[in-house]
């Protein structure tokens, strides 16, 4: 498929400073193995926050100028390969963040998640806030045409959450998850679908505790008071808040279990002897999705209709809007926010 036009809009990390900017770019040709997607619909991250704020994690891992956005669905209109592929023009697919390299060890044992080598999507090269966008092959997924196309750009976080929760193994179990943004918010429904006894949540902003059940969680609260809520068989750690970490500690029953999932901003201690030892409590941690597990447990959620990320859109915005959208992400008063070139 030819495209007639050269240049494409674009969300762009031009310098090593706090902002973007929106300019014309050329729009890229795929490399071998790679495709070319216009994209339909992207989504805002909380990295996308730190990218945008230049946070020193920000400094350390993008090499202005850049495209950023990670999180997208695309019809693709080219495919630079030699290699048999499922991929056709015309899919709708999107993009697994984690690009693996497929010569590590962790490649070898098939935790391509978690590759020596990894890079990231629209953090260690060109992403997806902008019209076009390139994709390696082998991380490109095809989406399942049942599933709401909008619904299928926040499937990036949405599989975090389903990582996080299988590996609790929560059915009949009593469930709490530490911090409602967009991925805590997509556990409490996994949790649901995946047959949890109760789910509760525990967040600062009603914004999100309303939002919370709106989507179907039993409970939530900003305090959680220990005679009013008692204990539970799961905590899910999304907040990545030293207080949050430390009142999951606190709230999981004696050998219960953790997940950590949230990245903390500074140094965490915890007294070991007490929740590790004594209490015997076992901490897992999460870093993206199965490569490709995840995703088809994910879209078996979505095409089920257990879970309908539609609900956690509160916001949409045409990519020439990037400034108004991260001010909405940035107050906190959202879930999912969602934009189209
Ligand atoms: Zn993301
Ligand atoms: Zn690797």
Same mark, same amino acid.
């Given at each position: 498929?030819?495209?007639?036009?050269?240049?494409?809009?674009?969300?762009?990390?031009?310098?090593?400073?706090?902002?973007?900017?929106?300019?014309?770019?050329?729009?890229?040709?795929?490399?071998?193995?790679?495709?070319?997607?216009?994209?339909?619909?992207?989504?805002?991250?909380?990295?996308?926050?730190?990218?945008?704020?230049?946070?020193?994690?920000?400094?350390?891992?993008?090499?202005?100028?850049?495209?950023?956005?990670?999180?997208?669905?695309?019809?693709?209109?080219?495919?630079?390969?030699?290699?048999?592929?499922?991929?056709?023009?015309?899919?709708?697919?999107?993009?697994?963040?984690?690009?693996?390299?497929?010569?590590?060890?962790?490649?070898?044992?098939?935790?391509?998640?978690?590759?020596?080598?990894?890079?990231?999507?629209?953090?260690?090269?060109?992403?997806?806030?902008?019209?076009?966008?390139?994709?390696?092959? %082998?991380? #490109?997924? /095809?989406? @399942?045409? &049942?599933?709401?196309?909008?619904?299928?750009? =926040?499937? *990036?976080?949405? +599989? $975090?959450?389903?990582?996080?929760?299988?590996?609790?193994?929560?059915?009949?179990?009593?469930?709490?998850?530490?911090?409602?943004?967009?991925?805590?918010?997509?556990?409490?429904?996994?949790?649901?679908?995946?047959?949890?006894?109760?789910?509760?949540?525990?967040?600062?902003?009603?914004?999100?505790?309303?939002?919370?059940?709106?989507?179907?969680?039993? %409970?939530? #609260?900003? /305090?959680? @008071?220990? &005679?009013?809520?008692?204990?539970?068989?799961? =905590?899910? *750690?999304?907040? +990545? $808040?030293?207080?949050?970490?430390?009142?999951?500690?606190?709230?999981?029953?004696?050998?219960?279990?953790?997940?950590?999932?949230?990245?903390?901003?500074?140094?965490?201690?915890?007294?070991?002897?007490?929740?590790?030892?004594?209490?015997?409590?076992?901490?897992?941690?999460?870093?993206?999705?199965?490569?490709?597990?995840?995703?088809?447990?994910?879209?078996?959620?979505?095409?089920?209709?257990?879970?309908?990320?539609?609900?956690?859109?509160?916001?949409?915005?045409?990519?020439?809007?990037?400034?108004?959208?991260?001010?909405?992400?940035?107050?906190?008063?959202?879930?999912?926010?969602?934009?189209?070139?």
């Amino acid at each position: 498929m030819s495209i007639k036009q050269t240049k494409m809009r674009a969300v762009l990390k031009e310098k090593a400073a706090p902002g973007v900017s929106f300019k014309q770019v050329p729009i890229p040709k795929p490399q071998k193995d790679e495709v070319l997607v216009k994209v339909v619909h992207s989504s805002i991250c909380g990295t996308d926050i730190s990218i945008y704020d230049w946070t020193p994690w920000a400094a350390g891992h993008i090499k202005p100028p850049q495209i950023i956005g990670h999180e997208m669905v695309g019809k693709v209109v080219e495919i630079n390969t030699k290699s048999k592929t499922n991929i056709k023009i015309g899919d709708l697919v999107s993009s697994e963040t984690h690009i693996f390299c497929l010569n590590c060890y962790q490649c070898e044992i098939k935790n391509y998640h978690i590759c020596e080598n990894m890079k990231l999507f629209g953090i260690g090269r060109n992403g997806a806030f902008a019209e076009y966008a390139t994709i390696p092959l %082998r991380t #490109t997924w /095809k989406n @399942d045409p &049942k599933i709401p196309v909008e619904a299928m750009s =926040v499937q *990036e976080p949405l +599989g $975090n959450a389903v990582n996080v929760v299988t590996k609790a193994n929560v059915k009949g179990k009593k469930v709490l998850i530490m911090g409602l943004g967009p991925t805590g918010l997509c556990a409490g429904m996994v949790a649901k679908a995946y047959g949890a006894k109760e789910v509760v949540g525990v967040n600062r902003r009603e914004f999100r505790r309303k939002l919370a059940m709106k989507i179907g969680f039993d %409970r939530v #609260t900003d /305090k959680l @008071d220990k &005679k009013e809520y008692g204990t539970f068989d799961v =905590v899910l *750690e999304m907040s +990545g $808040n030293r207080l949050g970490i430390q009142i999951g500690l606190d709230a999981a029953r004696i050998a219960g279990k953790i997940i950590a999932f949230g990245i903390p901003k500074e140094n965490i201690n915890i007294d070991w002897g007490k929740y590790m030892i004594n209490k015997e409590l076992s901490i897992e941690s999460v870093f993206g999705r199965m490569i490709w597990e995840t995703w088809k447990d994910t879209t078996k959620l979505l095409v089920s209709g257990k879970v309908d990320l539609r609900k956690i859109i509160t916001h949409r915005f045409k990519l020439s809007e990037f400034e108004k959208a991260m001010k909405v992400m940035k107050s906190g008063e959202c879930g999912k926010v969602v934009l189209t070139p």
